[in-house]
């Protein structure tokens, strides 16, 4: 091969793959933030990725270029996006592992929030997760519930669901296990241990 050649091929790979170091900054780049993304989320709660509204999937769309544009910086090429797109999706895999120990649990997840207590509304845990009376009495309408009398309780789930519960049948502890509140909902919806 001539020198000429090589420098041909050199230009090709440059083209089309990635420096050792590109791919050191691919790779520390995808770390730092998915480490910031959790953060953020863990920070600013469960509403953040929940029942995503048309707003909401806007911007996390633009927040996703933000983040990719952001992981590749001047070397979007195949080779770096597969190179990010495997960091990742690696991460992910390890996130999942770390959730198998208590500690790794919550460290990842948020705490859920009990928002009713048989009828009564929990204003304070309504504050701390951003909830709207509005938006219980409206997920109360989707579980069917036609009067406050019927609810046992209402969570707010670390996956930013809201769940209702209907007062009729007795709540096993374990059912409440590592709800924030669970203490306030009254002993006749309980069943004894």
């Known amino acids: 091969m001539t020198e000429i050649d ?9 083209e089309f793959g990635l420096t050792w170091g590109d791919a050191g900054r691919v790779v520390l780049s995808a770390v730092g933030l998915y480490a910031l ?15 995503l509204s048309s707003f909401d999937l806007a911007a996390a769309v633009a927040l996703g270029a933000v983040v990719g544009r952001a992981i590749l910086g001047y070397t979007p090429t195949l080779v770096a996006g597969a190179l990010g797109l495997v960091t990742l999706l690696v991460l992910q895999a390890l996130t999942g592992q770390l959730r198998r120990f208590p500690g790794g649990l919550a460290a990842v997840n948020n705490r859920a929030y ?3 207590a048989g009828s009564e509304i929990v204003v304070s845990n309504l504050r701390r997760t951003h909830v709207s009376e509005a938006e219980i009495t409206a997920r109360l309408r989707v579980a ?14 670390s996956t930013g669901e809201i769940s209702v519960l209907r007062a009729g049948f007795p709540i096993e502890p374990e059912f409440l296990a ?4 669970a203490e306030l909902i009254p002993a ?3 069943a004894v241990p």
């Open 188 to 190: 006749s919806y309980l």
């Open 114 to 116: 009990l928002l009713m």
């Open 37 to 51: 993304v959790l953060l953020l989320i863990r920070f600013m709660g469960q509403r953040t990725m929940a029942n």
């Open 144 to 157: 069917g519930i036609r009067s406050r009398k019927e609810v046992a309780c209402v969570i707010f789930e």
């Open 178 to 181: 590592n709800v924030k509140g």
């Open 6 to 14: 090589l420098q041909e091929g050199s230009i090709m790979w440059n």
